[in-house]
């Protein structure tokens, strides 16, 4: 499986003022088994994952950061004339019927200018910034364990 390259916008990730965990009288969000996959030697991108559950009504996931990486990215994963391509998207929705997976193969975060200081076992606080249908932003923190290729 080959995959096609991609044009990355290396644009800053917008700041987020500080807000409530999303947790409104409307829905809840969740999320859980956070990852990042450690680059291998000499490279500092890296993919990653998690999985988000959203209990009333949809959210979209918009943004993440992390301490380890200068930027993290939405990546969609399709099939384009047999083959792979990721595409950088400016948002992900999450419904009660459909939580948000991201994962190795799938749609997947991706981050850049990862620290080559990272360690397999070790975890990274990963921020994500979420809308609700109102456009209204919050913020969740979530813990992304640190894996390596393949595991
Ligand atoms: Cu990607």
Known sequence: MRIASITAAFGLVAMVACAPAPETA?????????FVVKPAPGRDVAGGGLTLTVTGEPMSLVGAETDIADTVELHTMSMDDGVMRMRKVDQMDVTEDAPLELKSGGNHLMLFGVSPDIEIGETAELVLTLTDADGTESTLTTQAEIRGLGD
């Open 26 to 34: 409307e829905s809840s969000v969740t999320a859980s088994g956070a």
